[in-house]
Nanobody, 125 residues
Framework: QVQLVESGGGLVQPGGPLRLSCVAS????????MGWFCQAPGKEREFVAA???????YYIDSVKGRFTISRDNAKNTVYVQMNSLKPEDTAIYYC???????????????????WGQGTQVTVSS
């Protein structure tokens, strides 16, 4: 059983940066693909970014060039650096773990086996 704990959310002004972290425990982190998802009020959860076990990354178009996902296997942690934040980025952000052994990025949340509790990101002046 893998446990995931996110941190780093908060209130930030438009254009500002924020870095989210997600620490995993209870499993072999290097064997997991990791993803970030978000859910805004009144909307469905959507894929944001993912990194495979081998380090391949993929982003939804709306965050390309602004967000960077990375992983540190020594710390069992995945990050997402969010720059140039916009009010429409406001959401609860969740990290998720995928036991997928391939290097294929999966963007459907239904394919991720483990989820964190989420961290709120609010972009507002």
């Amino acid at each position: 059983q893998v446990q995931l704990v996110e941190s780093g959310g908060g209130l930030v002004q438009p254009g500002g940066p924020l870095r989210l972290s997600c620490v995993a425990s209870g499993g072999t982190f290097s064997g997991l693909a990791m993803g970030w998802f978000c859910q805004a009020p009144g909307k469905e959860r959507e894929f944001v970014a993912a990194v495979t076990r081998r380090g391949s990354t993929y982003y939804i178009d709306s965050v390309k060039g602004r967000f960077t996902i990375s992983r540190d296997n020594a710390k069992n942690t995945v990050y997402v650096q969010m720059n140039s934040l916009k009010p429409e980025d406001t959401a609860i952000y969740y990290c998720a773990a995928d036991l997928n052994p391939t290097n294929i990025i999966r963007t459907s949340g239904r394919l991720y086996e483990y989820w964190g509790q989420g961290t709120q990101v609010t972009v507002s002046s």
